[in-house]
Structures are given as structure tokens and as C-alpha cells.
């Protein structure tokens, strides 16, 4: 079935550091990604999303393209901030109503 | 304001005593759909709803019941609530249920089964 496994956690970087959170997919055909992040307390909320192979989502300073190729979907920020500190879920779908997501990386950005 | 609201926030309760966690939206959405939240886990379908008196099963619907009356409600309940339920429950919603939409989510029902 489909499904989608991403980097576990937790992730500790310092402000304007570097993060890649991976992510990779097994799905048949062309499923929809996403990055969904949730910040204490609160539910998730959309953060970018790609449609179609070799799109890119960006939204905020992040960024993930969509390689059919190697079935990833990787986010990428250039420098981030305490505020960026949440869980980040990677997620697809394919058939309507059946979207999957991965387990979530916990990222601390500490200044 | 667009909102997915739950009540309550938090419930601790027994084993066996019946509950039911609310979800309501204001966004005149056809899709909704619950979840449970489990560390390592990820989030998991519960039961979704494609619109009024249409709803099915997701992939962990064992213990729990839903119905949709009307759009903008869509109640979670618990008949006989056991401890393996203990969890963190979002609500969601989105437009449709395209498989490229969207989904807004609740702020979380963190639920305790003694």
C-alpha cells in the first residue's frame, strides 16, 4: 500500500543552521505530497505542498520538490529560526480520502 | 475566522464510561475526517466523512463511532472508551476530498482512558 517514512528525530540545530528533514514515498503512479507542520499546542497546518513530479513547494523560506525519480520529497530551509521549532510530517495521497503520514520529525532550533 | 474547532482540549476518564469528543467547521467543507495521534505513529484515519449521512470506516475504526447530521458537525464518540485509546485526536476538513487539497485540522483532543 502507500506509504510515506521520513527521517526520525528529534533534529537540534542552532538558528541559521541548515535542515533537511528526508522523506521518501511508496505509492503506484502520481500521489499528491505534502509537508504538514504542527507547533506545540496546536493541530498541523499545511506548509507546501507538490502535485506533480519535478514541482516545487515553498512556502516560508522552505522548500521540497517532488523526485519521481527517487520517490522523495525532501524539506530543505537555508536558515532557520527558533520559531521553526515543531514536528514536520511528510505525508501523500493518492486515492481521495486516503492520506498518509509519515511518523513526524521533532526540530529544536536553539539560538 | 476559517476554524476546525474540538471540545473538550483534555478528558480524563474510566474505562468504560461513554464519551463524545465534538468537531465542528465553519469553512461549508464536504470532507472530514478524524484521527489519532501516537508517538512513533504517526497520525491515523479513524473515520471520515464524505458529506451529510455518508461516512466509512479508516484504518483504526475499532472502539469508535461517528455521525454526520449536519455539514459542520462531525462528533467522534466513544461508546465504552478502554485504556489503548489514550491518545492525542484531530478533527480535519478540506473542500473536498481531491486528493490535492488541503486539510485543516483542529487544535487536538488529548483524551486520558484510567
Known amino acids: 500500500g502507500n506509504s510515506v517514512t521520513q527521517m526520525e528525530g528529534p533534529v537540534t540545530l542552532s538558528e541559521e543552521a541548515f535542515l533537511t528533514i528526508n522523506c521518501t514515498y511508496t505509492?503506484?503512479?502520481?500521489?499528491?505530497l505534502f509537508w504538514y507542520v504542527q507547533y506545540p499546542g496546536e493541530g498541523l497546518q499545511l506548509l507546501l505542498k507538490a502535485t506533480k513530479a519535478d514541482d516545487k513547494g515553498s512556502n516560508k523560506g522552505f522548500e521540497a520538490t517532488y523526485r519521481k525519480e527517487t520517490t522523495s520529497f525532501h524539506l530543505e530551509k537555508g536558515s532557520v529560526q527558533v520559531s521553526d521549532s515543531a514536528v514536520y510530517f511528510c505525508?501523500?495521497?493518492?486515492?481521495?480520502?486516503?492520506?498518509?503520514f509519515g511518523a513526524g520529525t521533532r526540530l529544536t532550533v536553539k539560538p | 475566522e476559517a476554524q476546525v474547532t474540538q471540545n473538550p482540549r483534555y478528558l480524563i476518564t474510566v474505562t468504560g464510561k461513554k464519551l463524545t469528543v465534538t468537531c465542528s467547521q465553519n469553512?461549508?467543507?464536504?470532507?472530514m475526517s478524524w484521527y489519532r495521534q501516537d508517538p512513533g505513529l504517526g497520525l491515523r484515519q479513524i473515520y471520515y466523512s464524505m458529506n451529510v449521512e455518508v461516512t466509512d470506516k479508516g484504518d483504526v475504526p475499532e472502539g469508535y463511532k461517528v455521525s454526520r447530521k449536519e455539514k459542520r458537525n462531525f462528533p467522534l464518540i466513544l461508546e465504552s472508551p478502554s485504556p489503548n485509546q489514550t491518545s492525542l485526536y484531530f478533527c480535519?476538513?478540506?473542500?473536498?476530498?481531491?486528493?490535492?487539497?488541503?486539510?485543516?485540522f483542529g487544535p487536538g483532543t488529548r483524551l486520558t482512558v484510567l
Open positions: 505525508a501523500l495521497s493518492k486515492e481521495s480520502n486516503d492520506m498518509r
Open positions: 505509492a503506484t503512479g502520481y500521489p499528491s
Open positions: 480535519a476538513s478540506s473542500l473536498s476530498p481531491a486528493v490535492y487539497n488541503e486539510q485543516f
Open positions: 469553512m461549508n467543507h464536504e470532507y
